[in-house]
């Protein structure tokens, strides 16, 4: 999924246009997990202007489970803090599913701050066996 600079300029969000703060704050929050669907389904080197942008290709480490699933939570806090400026001190974190053997399950926790408050926000992401990242509030 690609998006380009135009889209992302016409979108952006005016919150005065909302009937309440909570509806400004669900689409403040649709926008970052569309951003982080986007950032976190990338490959790293997608981007020639920023070869950084992008996860690792862990489907090319031959390294234990628990090692690779260490590793992906430091890239996924890697890729939020450099593309998702909006959230702050994001950790990423394993949830151990036994009913889901070929999937990563993980927890982000990150700050957002909105209004001059700071609310903690919990999102859960799952990759699955076909390297696809969904994530969820």
Do not use: W
Request: charged share 20%; hydrophobic share 40%; aromatic share 10%.
């Amino acid at each position: 999924m690609v998006t380009n600079l135009f889209y992302r300029i016409s979108n952006n969000l005016k919150f005065d246009q909302f009937a309440s703060v909570e509806d400004a704050q669900q689409s403040l929050l649709n926008s970052i997990i569309k951003n982080l669907n986007t950032i976190l389904n990338s490959m790293a080197g997608c981007c020639e202007i920023r070869p950084e942008y992008g996860l690792t290709d862990f489907n090319a480490v031959f390294q234990s489970h628990q090692d690779t699933a260490i590793k992906l939570c430091r890239d996924i806090e890697n890729q939020i803090k450099m593309f998702e400026p909006r959230l702050y001190n994001s950790i990423v974190t394993i949830i151990d599913d036994p009913d889901r053997p070929l999937e990563f399950v993980f927890n982000i926790e990150a700050q957002l701050f909105y209004k001059n408050k700071k609310m903690k926000i919990q999102i859960c992401s799952v990759l699955d066996s076909n390297g696809k990242i969904s994530i969820s509030t």
